[in-house]
Structures are given as C-alpha cells and as structure tokens.
C-alpha cells in the first residue's frame, strides 16, 4: 500500500519555525518530483514548493519565496519543508505529494501520490 504520512505541524507563533516532514512507505522516491501544497479553510488548494528528484532544483510560490526551504533526503526514502518566519496567513492543512515525473510541477493535477495532510496554525 502506497503512502505519504506528513508530521510535523502544529501550532507557533507568528515569527516562529516549523519542520515539516513527508515520509513514504509503498512507494520508492527516487526518480519522483515531491511537492508541498496547503489549503486554509473555504480555499483551493494551493501550490507552496516543489523540488526535482535529484534535489538540485527547487521552485517556491511567491508567497514563500525566502522564508521556507524545501529539501529532500533519497536515502531515507522522505521529504522535508523548513518553514521559518511564519505569519497568520501560512495557516493550513499542508499536503505532501509526489509525481512519476522528475522534474518539478506546480499544479495539483501533476501529482498522482498525496499524503492526509498536516494541521499548521500560526496565531499570538
């Protein structure tokens, strides 16, 4: 049985960090694009990064773009998004997903493999 578990989410204030982790079972990511998306309450899901199977590439949506930093560790079969300088509005459920493809996507409809999702609330 395939499966993506994420963990790491939470609940920090705003100006804090979390480390989000994504790891599979069933199914073997090297060769596949990973990608991280969230989606708030009454919103579509939303792209937040995604990075190439070999991990040498990365693409962030704007709204991320020098706060979090997406990785991945082939060895350990997992993916990872450190996510620092939270604000109120990074409030999600973060979904981790995975492509047959190697190179990275952007759009919900590229990933075939999605994990349950991940709680992360920012508020004081």
């Known amino acids: 049985q395939v499966q993506l578990v994420e963990s790491g989410g939470g609940w920090v204030q705003p100006g804090g960090s979390l480390r989000l982790s994504c790891t599979a079972s069933g199914l073997n990511l090297n060769g596949k694009a990973m990608g991280w998306f969230r989606q708030a309450p009454g919103k579509e899901r939303e792209f937040v990064a995604s990075?190439?199977?070999?991990?040498?590439?990365?693409l962030y949506a704007d709204p991320v773009k020098g706060r979090f930093t997406i990785s991945r560790d082939n060895m350990s079969n997992a993916g990872y998004l450190q996510m620092d300088s939270l604000k109120p509005e990074d409030t999600a459920v973060y979904y981790c997903?995975?492509?047959?493809?190697?190179?990275?996507?952007?759009?919900?409809?590229?990933?075939?493999?999605w994990g349950q999702g991940t709680q992360v609330t920012v508020s004081s």
């Open positions: 997903a995975a492509r047959s493809g190697d190179g990275m996507g952007s759009r919900p409809s590229q990933y075939i493999y």
């Open positions: 990075v190439a199977w070999w991990g040498g590439s990365r």
